[in-house]
Each structure stands twice: as C-alpha cells, then as structure tokens.
C-alpha cells in the first residue's frame, strides 16, 4: 500500500510540474510557444491554447490536491512526515538537475 501512495504522489507531482501553473511554469507557456513556432499558430490560436493549457493545470491542481488529502487519510501522522520529508528530497533533487541543465545550456551557448 506504501508504494501505491508513493507511486501515485510521484505521477501527480510531475503531472503538476509539467503542466500546471507554479513552480515557475506559466500554464504551459512553454508548451504553446514551440506548438506556436512548429504549427504555425495565429494569435488568437495560441491565446487559445494557454487558455486550455491553463484551465488543464487547474483542473491538474484539484485532482493533485484531492488525491493528496485521500493519501493523507490513510496515513499515520509520522508516515505523513515522512512523506512530506519524501517530496521535499524529490524537489531538490529536481532543482538540482534543473540547475544542471542550465548549466550545460549556458556552457553550450543556448
């Protein structure tokens, strides 16, 4: 049962990364300007497309927060601890291979 719950925290954290807003991202912002440059997209296109990008991480976030409270009921306080300490490790360990590949951006001049 542990590992379902870690299983599941870890997919809904990096959906949440991916797409929804926070944690520097823009409500797929990204997303939109290379779908921009590659298809070609009008203006009102891409306006469009952060819009359904912005409203999917929103409905992201709610499905996150939900199935975390769902997680959180099942769990003792000290394994709740313990998870929170989980996901703080995971988060610096992704900003460590974000500032990773900034570095190699930058050193390959991109």
């Known amino acids: 049962m542990k590992k379902?719950?870690?299983?599941l925290l870890?997919?809904?954290?990096?959906?949440?990364f991916?797409?929804?807003?926070?944690?520097g991202h823009k409500g797929g912002e990204r997303?939109?300007?290379?779908?921009s440059e590659k298809l070609d997209l009008s203006?009102?296109?891409?306006?469009?497309?952060?819009?359904i990008f912005e409203e999917q991480g929103k409905k992201m976030k709610a499905l996150h927060d939900e199935t975390q409270?769902?997680?959180?009921a099942i769990l003792t306080?000290?394994?709740?601890e313990k998870m929170a300490e989980m996901k703080?490790?995971?988060?610096?360990?992704?900003?460590e291979r974000k500032e990773k590949r900034k570095e190699k951006m930058e050193k390959r001049g991109e």
Request: hydrophobic share 35%; charged share 30%; aromatic share 6%.
């Open 43 to 51: 203006e009102e296109q891409s306006e469009q497309m952060k819009a």
């Open 18 to 23: 991916a797409y929804g807003p926070g944690h």
């Open 4 to 7: 379902v719950a870690v299983i």
């Open 31 to 35: 997303m939109v300007e290379h779908m």
């Open 69 to 72: 409270g769902k997680i959180n």
């Open 88 to 95: 703080e490790q995971r988060k610096e360990r992704w900003e």
């Open 77 to 80: 306080p000290e394994q709740q």
């Open 10 to 16: 870890a997919v809904f954290s990096t959906a949440a």
